[in-house]
């Protein structure tokens, strides 16, 4: 069974500053998708960013980049210019080419110091 | 409405209640997903629908854990004899069926607590 790890409860960043969420993953699959979602205290998850697994180029959104280690199976997220809104869980999923439901880790709470 | 919503946003039940739980997903929208959010952990797949039918139901955690979708529109999901256990957000998320290509948009979720 695939499973996502990961491994910082909490983390905390100043304001303009850059940050690294970690995420890893278990998988015997070729054809899979990773996503980074947030989960602001509204509750409502909002998708950040998305990397197809056969895609070798990282993906980027404006102040979001990831950094996909498929050998590794590693996909961390990296924050630039860090900003107040930032604050939220992130949380790292994955999907199975050949399933539909999204498989999450446990998330990573992130502060955002002014 | 141009996102997900999701009713109640809040539920107080008592042990052995059964409660219901609905989601309207985005218009148009043929793919329907249930997760549950235990507090601290991520979220737990529970069902998926495709139209009205439920090709996968492998997460729901028991019998005492239904869902029903009508018109290809609106979700219910019924707990039947309510435990403490089950207290948890549920997450409702739909999408467009794009394929390969699919994002799923999720709604506010409903925040159950069983005392």
């Known amino acids: 069974a695939q499973t996502v790890t990961q491994s910082q409860p909490e983390m905390s960043v100043q304001e303009a500053e850059t940050v690294t969420l970690s995420c890893t993953y278990d998988?015997?699959?070729?054809?899979?998708?990773l996503f980074w979602y947030k989960q602001p205290p509204s509750r409502q998850m909002i998708l950040v960013i998305r990397?197809?697994?056969?895609?070798?180029q990282n993906a980027t959104e404006n102040r979001f980049s990831v950094n996909f280690q498929k050998a590794a199976k590693s996909f961390s997220l990296k924050i630039s210019d860090s900003q107040l809104g930032d604050a939220a869980m992130y949380f790292c999923?994955?999907?199975?080419?050949?399933?539909?439901?999204?498989?999450f880790g446990k998330g990573t709470k992130l502060s955002v110091k002014p | 409405g141009a996102g997900v919503s999701q009713s109640p946003s809040n539920k107080v039940t008592e042990k052995g209640k059964d409660v219901e739980l609905r989601c309207d997903p985005i218009?148009?929208?043929?793919?329907l997903y249930w997760y549950r959010q235990r507090l601290g952990q991520g979220l737990e797949f529970l069902i998926y629908?495709?139209?009205?039918?439920?090709?996968?139901k492998s997460g729901l955690p028991s019998d005492r854990f239904s869902a029903e979708r009508t018109g290809e529109s609106v979700s219910t999901l019924t707990i039947q004899r309510t435990q403490q256990e089950d207290s948890a957000v549920y997450l409702c998320?739909?999408?467009?069926?794009?394929?390969?290509?699919?994002?799923?948009?999720f709604g506010p979720g409903t925040r159950l607590l069983v005392l």
């Open positions: 998320a739909s999408s467009s069926d794009a394929g390969s290509e699919e994002t799923q948009y």
């Open positions: 998988t015997s699959e070729s054809d899979y998708y």
């Open positions: 990397q197809e697994a056969y895609k070798q």
């Open positions: 999923a994955y999907r199975s080419g050949g399933h539909r439901n999204l498989i």
């Open positions: 218009s148009g929208h043929t793919a």
């Open positions: 629908f495709q139209g009205n039918s439920a090709p996968d």
